[in-house]
């Protein structure tokens, strides 16, 4: 079974510091990954994914992320982080094949201070 | 603009009553989810439609029943067998294989 860790629930950053939210999976052939961002009260948006291909992905608002098979990881960063990055972040799984069950793992809260 | 549409975004259920969520998308996807977030522990699938008039159950279906009559609706029953039913509720779809899902903004459930 394909699973999802996130180490730390919340991370604290200053305004212009390296953001680096950690990511981990367990899953026997290597999977889809998305990071999706959540602000308060609303649903969930998607940052950006790892399907195929090259394995340092760009998403939106300056975020990137870094797929390692070896270290099945799957790091989100952004070199600087501004006021508005503040929110949860929710690292996800999905098989490559048969009905894609997203696997969602528990979530970092980022904040962000001036 | 095409997207997913959760309504109310607020609903207050009695004690021995159901209630229904309702999630329309205009985004033509085939497959539809319905999520329940409590803090700290992430997204759990409730219930899941991979086409119209089949659906499965997720890892947290008791207590909730679902329809799939129309392509765009997934509506999202919960019980009064949900003895813990405060929640954010969301749902979420997708167009298909390697796509990633898009969701609602949810709806914020509570008990009188």
């Known amino acids: 079974a394909q699973s999802v860790t996130q180490l730390g629930s919340h991370v604290s950053v200053s305004e212009g510091a390296l953001v680096l939210l950690r990511c981990n999976y367990s899953?026997?052939?290597?999977?889809?990954l998305f990071w999706y961002v959540q602000y308060p009260n609303q649903g969930l948006q998607l940052l950006l994914k790892?399907?195929?291909?090259?394995?340092l992905v760009k998403g939106i608002n300056g975020f990137e992320a870094e797929f390692k098979k070896s270290e099945t990881s799957f790091h989100l960063t952004k070199p600087s982080a501004h006021m508005s990055d503040a929110a949860e972040y929710f690292c996800?799984?999905?098989?490559?094949?048969?009905?894609?069950?997203?696997?969602f793992g528990t979530g970092t809260r980022l904040l962000v201070s001036p | 603009d095409g997207g997913i549409t959760q309504s109310p975004k607020y609903l207050f259920r009695k004690e021995g009553q159901n209630v229904t969520l309702s999630c329309e998308q205009n985004?033509?996807?085939?497959?539809m989810y319905w999520y329940r977030q409590d803090p700290g522990q992430g997204l759990r699938l409730i219930y899941y439609?991979?086409?119209?008039?089949?659906?499965q159950k997720g890892d947290i279906a008791e207590g909730y029943s679902v329809s799939r009559e129309k392509k765009e609706s997934f509506p999202l029953t919960v019980t009064s067998a949900q003895k813990n039913p405060t929640a954010f509720y969301l749902c979420?779809?997708?167009?298909?294989?390697?796509?990633?899902?898009?969701f609602g903004d949810g709806t914020r459930l509570s008990i009188l």
């Open positions: 790892y399907t195929t291909g090259a394995t």
């Open positions: 996800a799984v999905t098989q490559r094949t048969g009905f894609q069950k997203l696997v």
């Open positions: 985004l033509n996807h085939d497959a």
């Open positions: 899953s026997s052939v290597p999977p889809y």
């Open positions: 979420a779809s997708s167009p298909g294989e390697g796509q990633p899902q898009h």
């Open positions: 439609s991979q086409i119209v008039n089949d659906f």
